[in-house]
């Protein structure tokens, strides 16, 4: 179960299968079902025992991949207008329910995210 609040943002219709979104405009989007990343010089976080795989993109737009879980779950951001900290620490319930078959070696502090 996806929560209905993200911060400020509430969950709204989204028309795409397996995806969710909060805010109007989205500032936050979920994909379910994308294929769990391989081995990365990414950064990782974990946050409730969910580690997530953050890459940045030149825009200044994060996508936040599980890491370790198969199907993984896409979270897409931008940190400036919502605290990615809030959204991974409110989407790490759900995210949990498939269970973890491998972790990160390498972990940052979530602080940083």
């Given at each position: ?48 025992n969910v580690d ?61 995210f």
């Amino acid at each position: 179960m996806l929560p209905e609040v993200i911060g400020d943002a509430e969950r709204r219709p989204t028309s795409s299968q397996a995806t969710s979104a909060w805010g109007d405009p989205s500032q936050v989007v979920l994909r379910c079902g994308v294929e769990a990343p391989g081995p990365t010089t990414d950064p990782c976080v974990s946050v409730n025992n969910v580690d997530w795989v953050a890459h940045e993109d030149k825009s200044g737009i994060w996508t936040l991949t599980t890491y370790g879980r198969t199907p993984a779950t896409e979270v897409v951001l931008d940190p400036n207008v919502i605290p990615s900290s809030t959204v991974l620490a409110t989407l790490s319930d759900s995210a949990s329910r498939i269970p973890a078959q491998k972790q990160c070696t390498s972990v940052e502090k979530a602080e940083k995210f």
